[in-house]
T-cell receptor, first 113, second 113 residues
Framework: SAVISQKPSRDICQRGTSLTIQCQVDSQVTMMFWYRQQPGQSLTLIAT?????????ESGFVIDKFPISRPNLTFSTLTVSNMSPEDSSIYLCSAERVNTEAFFGQGTRLTVV | GDSVTQMEGPVTLSEEAFLTINCTYT??????LFWYVQYPGEGLQLLLK?????DKGSNKGFEATYRKETTSFHLEKGSVQVSDSAVYFC????????????FGKGTMLLVSP
């Protein structure tokens, strides 16, 4: 298994500002992902974080709004830019090795006011 | 495309009651199937998994059997505890190549003493 540390665990932010969420895995993993979980909803994949190159975004998500970095095999960041109340959600980092199950961080609960 | 359908919650039970949370899926071939659990304020944790037809995954008293004929992976537990109160997510991964997980909407379980 892998242990994923995600921070901050929660934050309250003003609209128009940006928040960067960090995800650290305790061992090398092949894939890292970022999900959004809106209140009472399931997980929606935002993007796959690719090491050393641009992330692969899912439909409805764009790099300008959710820039992602992955400088090495164990670390990734997600920035929520120019926030609005609609961005209030839980953001989850996930990591996988080939042919294994996914591991998740504890999530970042974001409230935009 | 692939999809996962779970019964809607909340499911409300008394302690020691029998639990069933239904999960059916739509996918090509033989996907791997998973149940994840999310305790309040935490990220997702893998509960159990099955990778081929008729496999039974089990963990912490929970069980689920991969039924190809009914495309189902229902979660069961013979006697629930208050500490089992959480949101349960059914998920699948397609068999061919590497693909991300597809999650159901989640089912909240509330167990009262």
């Amino acid at each position: 298994s892998a242990v994923i540390s995600q921070k901050p665990s929660r934050d309250i932010c003003q609209r128009g500002t940006s928040l960067t969420i960090q995800c650290q895995v305790d061992s090398q993993v092949t894939m890292m992902f970022w999900y959004r979980q809106q209140p009472g909803q399931s997980l929606t994949l935002i993007a796959t974080a690719n090491q050393g190159s641009e992330a692969t975004y899912e439909s409805g998500f764009v790099i300008d709004k959710f820039p992602i970095s992955r400088p090495n095999l164990t670390f990734s960041t997600l920035t929520v830019s120019n926030m609005s109340p609609e961005d209030s959600s839980i953001y989850l980092c996930s990591a996988e090795r080939v042919n294994t199950e996914a591991f998740f961080g504890q999530g970042t609960r974001l409230t935009v006011v | 495309g692939d999809s996962v359908t779970q019964m809607e919650g909340p499911v409300t039970l008394s302690e020691e009651a029998f639990l069933t949370i239904n999960c059916t899926y739509t996918a090509t071939g033989y996907p791997s199937l998973f149940w994840y659990v999310q305790y309040p304020g935490e990220g997702l944790q893998l509960l159990l998994k099955a990778t081929k037809a008729d496999d039974k995954g089990s963990n912490k008293g929970f069980e689920a059997t991969y039924r190809k004929e009914t495309t189902s992976f229902h979660l069961e537990k013979g006697s629930v505890q208050v500490s089992d109160s959480a949101v349960y997510f059914c998920a699948l991964r397609p068999p061919s190549g590497y693909s991300t997980l597809t999650f159901g909407k989640g089912t909240m379980l509330l167990v009262s003493p």
